[in-house]
């Protein structure tokens, strides 16, 4: 295994805050991010809620009327010291126990000879990560009240990388769209995806008596902390660096992938050698609109050896697992040399890619952010060096690229120039005019604004005044019950559509931090508590008591109104409709799945199989049911014995200004000891005074060790390409197994 220490991919960038301006945009997300977004519309297809139900019962530990004796526990118990403080375990053999069987069917799938085979491996690992019961998939963007002046689907359409945060297509009208025009829009997209005609958005809004906009603001709450979009696996940087630089491809908003800094490129017949041919001409520019030197085909190679270098978290696409780039392993984990690895500038404008074994989703993977060019000369000449060893020894005085202080830190070859960034304010990015492709630009400025979510009373009001595009109606925030007062909500609300993000909540096997330098956020159990609850949390059946306790639909109502409660929901982490299956499969043990099979019935299929009790569709809540919960306490405690003292205290830390995750904090507290009673379990409410501290506690918690929390849910993913082991492979340590941090390991 390989123990890997990475930042973010796809992280969640402040928990409530973007929620209060997901109306202003309107694409799905696919990256790391956080639960701030989780009421942010997208422009995905609606998510598949017809799944089965199932009432399987468990393998695990069946609930029996039959008195349970003392039993020799064999299961994890935390330790104190000889001072009688609590130990922490050790990481690899807390994964091994919880994680073994998962990881197994993960190499399995990575093995197999086909791609159906893969996903019905893929189904099969899910469906046992879901039954460690150490995550719970909670919810997913959109499904609210929203009201928006920006039209549906004008900006590139795909379920994973970064297009989707590309804003340069957007069109905005200076009115909010009415459900009718909105939807007489969709229609309109729908027939030009099946090849019945165009969609032309911004004529039809014309036609319609609407003037359009060429100016979109949107906020922020955490500023970029790089320009470097090589350094980093933030959305929160990621999303105002993406639209500063091109990369080979880029997905259309009808979802084709579509020609970008590469013109052409062909597929070797083994499928191991990718050859792009990119567009002669295209230039690099400074902050000011100066040109500084000519994208070529080494640009990509200096940004793959740089990306590599930087160690920021992603670095392990390109390897194995993933992407599969040849060399990329031995120059990651053994010392191999950067010459061995498979990416090449054949001459200025041609670039190759090789691999060590076929991928069919490897052209997904080229819109994610890994595969972006830098300017090589900009890179050096400013303190730029190459090698591991050598980059992280550099000095810090003469390295001045991309530097969050400096826009001139960097250089850009997209459709905007970053010339602003003050985290304390505003950033600006301004239309490129020499840029290669600007005919096609709709927008000439892109400004975020710095707001922590505070007083959403002024985001609606300057939403009203046309300072933003949209805004999302929160029951929580009180601006549903405002917009139904002025009139607003009848006119202009329709219900955003979900996306392929998935938000979940992981309980912390392994916790190694309980209060932050500063003091803040501090836990208020005994040395004995803390190891308690580590013991408890490492018993599978005390887990699964925790999940089917927790009722997510009435957490959800509290921001979503009762009536939407259910509709962002998600069961599993995988986005059900993600894949089909291309022909009939046969799997192991005989079982038939037909072609046109979705990945979310086979997960299905194989929870069902293993008794895990959860239904997989979207828009339920497909985990809450007390008479599971109670029946898997009563199992936990007959195996625990006397390992643990009762109750288990169960730390949660909430963003105490916000009043949304007040209110979610509370309906977790009552919902967990409501259904296992407080004689069992008591969660206790840890205020964070600050967004910063609560981020400190999970979001960005720098390792599982770091996470100050028992339960977070606070984090999501978002997919970087198109297969389902984009979302698995963030629990393999295998493969690095970033969010296993949410878990408290590694």
Same mark, same amino acid.
């Given at each position: 295994?390989?123990?890997?220490?990475?930042?973010?991919?796809?992280?969640?960038?402040? #928990?409530?805050?973007?929620?209060?301006?997901?109306?202003?945009?309107?694409?799905?997300?696919?990256?790391?991010?956080?639960?701030?977004?989780? !009421?942010?519309?997208?422009?995905?297809?609606? #998510?598949?809620?017809?799944?089965?139900?199932? !009432? #399987?019962?468990?393998?695990?530990?069946?609930?029996? &009327?039959?008195?349970?004796?003392?039993?020799?526990?064999?299961?994890?118990?935390?330790?104190?010291?000889?001072?009688?403080?609590? +130990?922490?375990?050790?990481?690899?053999?807390?994964?091994?126990?919880?994680?073994?069987?998962?990881?197994?069917?993960?190499?399995?799938?990575?093995? @197999?000879?086909?791609?159906?085979?893969?996903?019905?491996?893929?189904?099969?690992?899910?469906?046992?990560?879901?039954?460690?019961?150490?995550?719970?998939?909670? $919810?997913?963007?959109?499904?609210?009240?929203?009201?928006?002046?920006?039209?549906?689907?004008?900006?590139?359409?795909?379920?994973?990388?970064?297009?989707?945060?590309?804003?340069?297509?957007?069109?905005?009208?200076?009115?909010? =769209?009415?459900?009718?025009?909105?939807?007489? =829009?969709?229609?309109?997209?729908?027939?030009?995806?099946?090849?019945?005609?165009?969609?032309?958005?911004?004529?039809?809004?014309?036609?319609?008596?609407?003037?359009? %906009?060429?100016?979109?603001?949107?906020?922020?709450?955490?500023?970029?902390?790089?320009?470097? /979009?090589?350094?980093? @696996?933030?959305?929160?940087?990621?999303?105002?660096?993406?639209?500063?630089?091109?990369?080979?491809?880029?997905?259309?908003? =009808?979802?084709?992938?579509?020609?970008?800094?590469?013109?052409?490129?062909?597929?070797?017949?083994?499928?191991?050698?990718?050859?792009?041919?990119?567009?002669?001409?295209?230039?690099?520019?400074?902050?000011?609109?100066?040109?500084?030197?000519?994208?070529?085909?080494?640009?990509?190679?200096? @940004?793959?050896?740089?990306?590599?270098? @930087?160690?920021?978290?992603?670095?392990?696409?390109?390897?194995?697992?993933?992407?599969?780039?040849?060399?990329?392993?031995?120059?990651?984990?053994?010392?191999?040399?950067?010459?061995?690895?498979?990416?090449?500038?054949?001459?200025?404008?041609?670039?190759?890619?090789?691999?060590?074994?076929?991928?069919?989703?490897?052209?997904?993977?080229?819109?994610?952010?890994?595969?972006?060019?830098?300017?090589?000369?900009?890179?050096?000449?400013?303190?730029?060096?190459?090698?591991?060893?050598?980059?992280?020894?550099?000095?810090?005085?003469?390295?001045?690229?991309?530097?969050?202080?400096?826009?001139?830190?960097?250089?850009?070859?997209?459709?905007?120039?970053?010339?602003?960034?003050?985290?304390?304010?505003?950033?600006?990015?301004?239309?490129?005019?020499?840029?290669?492709?600007?005919?096609?630009?709709?927008?000439?400025?892109?400004?975020?604004?710095?707001?922590?979510?505070?007083?959403?009373?002024?985001?609606?009001?300057?939403?009203?005044?046309?300072?933003?595009?949209?805004?999302?109606?929160?029951?929580?925030?009180?601006?549903? &019950?405002?917009?139904?007062?002025?009139?607003?909500? &009848?006119?202009?609300?329709?219900?955003?559509?979900?996306?392929?993000?998935?938000?979940?909540?992981?309980?912390? +096997?392994?916790?190694?931090?309980?209060?932050?330098?500063?003091?803040?956020?501090?836990?208020?159990?005994?040395?004995?508590?803390? #190891?308690?609850?580590?013991?408890?949390?490492?018993?599978?059946?005390?887990?699964?008591?925790? %999940?089917?306790?927790?009722?997510?639909?009435?957490?959800?109502?509290?921001?979503?109104?009762?009536?939407?409660?259910?509709?962002?929901?998600?069961?599993?982490?995988?986005?059900?409709?993600?894949?089909?299956?291309?022909?009939?499969?046969?799997?192991?043990?005989?079982?038939?799945?037909?072609?046109?099979?979705?990945?979310?019935?086979?997960?299905?299929?194989?929870?069902?199989?293993?008794?895990?009790?959860?239904?997989?569709?979207?828009?339920? !809540?497909? /985990?809450?049911?007390?008479?599971?919960?109670?029946?898997?306490?009563?199992?936990?405690?007959?195996?625990?014995?006397? *390992?643990?003292?009762?109750?288990?205290?169960?730390?949660?830390?909430?963003?105490?200004?916000?009043?949304?995750?007040?209110?979610?904090? *509370?309906?977790?507290?009552?919902?967990?000891?409501?259904?296992?009673?407080?004689?069992?379990?008591?969660?206790?409410?840890?205020?964070? $005074? $600050?967004?910063?501290?609560?981020?400190?506690?999970?979001?960005?918690?720098?390792?599982?060790?770091?996470?100050?929390? &028992?339960?977070?849910?606070?984090?999501?993913?978002?997919?970087?390409?198109?297969?389902?082991?984009?979302?698995?492979?963030?629990?393999?340590?295998?493969?690095?197994?970033?969010?296993?941090?949410?878990?408290?390991?590694?």
């Amino acid at each position: 295994m390989k123990n890997i220490k990475k930042l973010l991919a796809l992280l969640l960038v402040v #928990a409530m805050v973007a929620a209060m301006f997901a109306g202003c945009q309107e694409s799905n997300t696919g990256k790391e991010t956080d639960a701030a977004k989780t !009421d942010a519309p997208a422009t995905g297809e609606p #998510a598949k809620t017809d799944a089965p139900a199932t !009432d #399987a019962p468990a393998t695990d530990t069946p609930a029996t &009327d039959e008195p349970v004796g003392p039993v020799e526990y064999e299961g994890y118990v935390s330790q104190l010291d000889a001072e009688g403080n609590y +130990v922490r375990g050790d990481d690899e053999e807390i994964y091994e126990s919880i994680y073994g069987e998962f990881a197994a069917l993960m190499e399995e799938a990575r093995n @197999a000879e086909s791609n159906d085979e893969r996903f019905i491996l893929e189904a099969k690992a899910e469906a046992v990560l879901l039954d460690t019961a150490t995550m719970i998939p909670n $919810t997913t963007q959109g499904g609210a009240y929203t009201i928006s002046r920006v039209a549906p689907r004008t900006v590139p359409y795909v379920q994973w990388g970064n297009d989707d945060d590309r804003w340069h297509s957007m069109v905005i009208s200076d009115e909010f =769209l009415t459900p009718e025009e909105r939807n007489e =829009l969709l229609d309109m997209w729908d027939k030009a995806v099946a090849g019945e005609g165009t969609y032309d958005p911004a004529a039809y809004l014309e036609s319609k008596g609407h003037t359009l %906009q060429t100016d979109y603001t949107y906020s922020f709450s955490t500023p970029p902390v790089t320009l470097d /979009w090589l350094n980093t @696996a933030s959305q929160s940087d990621t999303e105002v660096t993406v639209q500063t630089v091109d990369g080979l491809v880029e997905y259309d908003n =009808l979802g084709n992938l579509q020609p970008k800094l590469a013109e052409s490129w062909e597929v070797s017949d083994d499928g191991l050698t990718y050859t792009f041919h990119l567009r002669q001409g295209v230039k690099w520019y400074t902050a000011e609109g100066t040109e500084y030197a000519e994208v070529t085909a080494n640009d990509f190679v200096t @940004a793959m050896h740089h990306m590599l270098d @930087a160690q920021a978290g992603l670095e392990y696409l390109c390897g194995g697992g993933n992407a599969e780039i040849v060399g990329v392993d031995a120059y990651l984990y053994e010392g191999g040399s950067f010459d061995n690895v498979g990416v090449k500038a054949v001459d200025d404008y041609t670039l190759q890619y090789t691999l060590a074994k076929p991928v069919p989703f490897f052209m997904t993977m080229l819109t994610y952010s890994i595969f972006l060019p830098i300017c090589t000369s900009f890179y050096e000449a400013n303190g730029g060096v190459y090698g591991i060893e050598e980059y992280a020894q550099r000095n810090t005085d003469t390295y001045k690229f991309g530097l969050n202080t400096d826009v001139s830190s960097q250089v850009y070859c997209g459709p905007f120039l970053l010339q602003k960034l003050q985290g304390d304010s505003e950033i600006l990015c301004v239309k490129n005019e020499k840029y290669w492709d600007a005919d096609k630009v709709t927008l000439n400025s892109i400004k975020w604004v710095f707001d922590n979510g505070e007083n959403p009373d002024a985001t609606y009001n300057d939403c009203l005044k046309g300072v933003y595009a949209g805004v999302t109606l929160g029951k929580a925030s009180g601006l549903l &019950d405002k917009a139904i007062a002025d009139g607003n909500f &009848d006119k202009y609300a329709y219900i955003s559509d979900t996306t392929s993000t998935t938000y979940f909540g992981g309980l912390n +096997v392994n916790r190694g931090t309980f209060g932050l330098e500063s003091g803040a956020c501090a836990t208020t159990k005994t040395e004995q508590e803390k #190891a308690d609850t580590v013991t408890a949390l490492n018993n599978k059946n005390f887990r699964k008591a925790m %999940q089917h306790a927790f009722d997510k639909k009435t957490q959800n109502a509290v921001s979503r109104g009762e009536e939407l409660a259910e509709t962002n929901l998600r069961n599993m982490y995988t986005i059900p409709a993600f894949m089909r299956l291309e022909n009939d499969v046969t799997d192991s043990d005989g079982h038939t799945f037909t072609a046109g099979t979705e990945y979310g019935d086979l997960v299905q299929y194989y929870c069902d199989q293993i008794g895990c009790k959860v239904n997989c569709a979207d828009g339920v !809540d497909g /985990w809450f049911n007390p008479t599971a919960a109670k029946e898997y306490l009563e199992a936990a405690k007959a195996e625990l014995g006397e *390992n643990v003292t009762w109750p288990i205290k169960i730390d949660v830390v909430y963003y105490s200004a916000n009043d949304t995750q007040t209110a979610q904090a *509370n309906a977790y507290k009552a919902s967990i000891e409501g259904t296992l009673g407080t004689e069992n379990v008591v969660v206790n409410l840890i205020e964070a $005074t $600050t967004p910063e501290d609560f981020y400190a506690c999970g979001y960005r918690a720098a390792n599982g060790e770091a996470g100050n929390f &028992d339960m977070f849910y606070g984090s999501g993913w978002g997919p970087d390409y198109g297969d389902p082991c984009t979302y698995l492979n963030t629990f393999d340590y295998n493969v690095d197994g970033y969010m296993l941090k949410v878990e408290g390991l590694f």
